[in-house]
């Protein structure tokens, strides 16, 4: 999984959606994403992406997602939602719950925007 990828395509493809910038428009904080052992941390305001990094900064996340990598692909390949996942424990929510309740649409979008398993996800 190139790292760099991931967050430039999500990046990219968020603030091109006008459905991110709906769902996101609102929250003004950060979201990390833990892939396996991979992090992929993304700062958010006024429903776009205006940072992002392969780790979380000192002042940390506002809330994080974490799962195996076979549990984000699937999201990724939409074959299940974001709220599936973390129903059957395959992801985990941590921090801010209600925050992360909150911006649930646009995490999912985010998820979706992850390169699908059959695009280059190990460049």
């Known amino acids: 999984m190139d790292v760099d990828h991931w967050r430039s395509t999500v990046t990219e493809r968020a ?5 991110f910038a709906t769902a996101s428009e609102q929250f003004d904080g950060s979201v990390a994403f833990d892939v396996g052992d991979r992090t992929l941390w993304f700062k958010l305001y006024r429903g776009r992406i205006i940072d992002t990094e392969r780790y979380v900064p000192f002042f940390g996340a506002t809330f994080r997602v974490l799962g195996d990598p076979d549990a984000w692909a699937t999201v990724a390949a939409e074959e299940a939602s974001f709220t599936e996942q ?4 395959r992801l985990r ?11 649930r649409d646009a995490t999912e979008l985010m998820m979706r925007y992850l390169p699908k398993p059959t695009e280059e996800l190990d460049a």
């Open 93 to 103: 929510i941590t921090g801010n719950k209600l925050e992360a309740n909150r911006m």
């Open 86 to 89: 973390v129903r059957r424990g």
């Open 15 to 19: 603030n091109e959606d006008d459905r």
